[in-house]
T-cell receptor
Framework: EAGVAQSPRYKIIEKRQSVAFWCNPI?????LYWYQQILGQGPKLLIQ????????DSQLPKDRFSAERLKGVDSTLKIQPAKLEDSAVYLCASSLESAGNTIYFGEGSWLTVV | DQQVKQNSPSLSVQEGRISILNCDYT??????FLWYKKYPAEGPTFLIS?????DKNEDGRFTVFLNKSAKHLSLHIVPSQPGDSAVYFCAAQHLKVTFGTGTKLQVIP
């Protein structure tokens, strides 16, 4: 079974530029998550989708971050404009459902904003 | 407000001995707990989980203990192996999953 796929793996941009990350969850997984992990910290949930609806986006900086999950499968996370403090690993994850199910992570997209 | 805490940022253990990683939480609504292992430049990998209705779950060398009255869980690795060297995150779920800050385990050959 294929795991969670993410791209690109690495991205370096200048502040105020934009960037987009793509995620393809495990087939059949209804719930998709985007986490931000800053060096030395645990993953922080940015947004959680159940199929193509948003379940939780309370920690998403909506003035610069946006995410969508069209057709309830793939998802894209966009940052525009980027700030230096956005440098982090962006982890996509998926699970069968949202409660009491194991979350499976992709390898992450490493963003450096200079 | 950090609801899941891993107070030990690092731990060193000799190969073959027991590794004990600890995690405390504050939200009594958490009903599912997970441990993840993370190697550098990789995403977290699921290790073991436990429901709040249990107090112990075992999978091979890994055992998770849950003490709900103390709001504490621990991961025991016996025997520890050099390949276990990684960062370990505990996580707790109620509607959404909240992660701790991680403990870096080093198993010394």
């Amino acid at each position: 079974e294929a795991g969670v796929a993410q791209s690109p793996r690495y991205k370096i941009i200048e502040k105020r530029q934009s960037v987009a990350f793509w995620c393809n969850p495990i087939s059949g997984h209804a719930t998709l998550y985007w986490y931000q992990q800053i060096l030395g910290q645990g993953p922080k949930l940015l947004i959680q989708f159940q199929n193509n609806g948003v379940v939780d986006d309370s920690q998403l900086p909506k003035d610069r971050f946006s995410a969508e999950r069209l057709k309830g499968v793939d998802s894209t996370l966009k940052i525009q404009p980027a700030k230096l403090e956005d440098s982090a690993v962006y982890l996509c994850a998926s699970s069968l459902e949202s409660a009491g199910n194991t979350i499976y992570f992709g390898e992450g997209s490493w963003l450096t904003v200079v | 407000d950090q609801q899941v805490k891993q107070n030990s940022p690092s731990l060193s253990v000799q190969e073959g001995r027991i590794s004990i990683l600890n995690c405390d939480y504050t939200n009594s609504m958490f009903d599912y707990f997970l441990w993840y292992k993370k190697y550098p430049a990789e995403g977290p990998t699921f290790l073991i989980s436990i429901s709040s209705i249990k107090d112990k779950n075992e999978d091979g060398r890994f055992t998770v203990f849950l003490n709900k009255s103390a709001k504490h869980l621990s991961l025991h690795i016996v025997p520890s192996q050099p390949g276990d060297s990684a960062v370990y995150f505990c996580a707790a779920q109620h509607l959404k999953v909240t992660f701790g800050t991680g403990t870096k385990l080093q198993v010394i050959p």
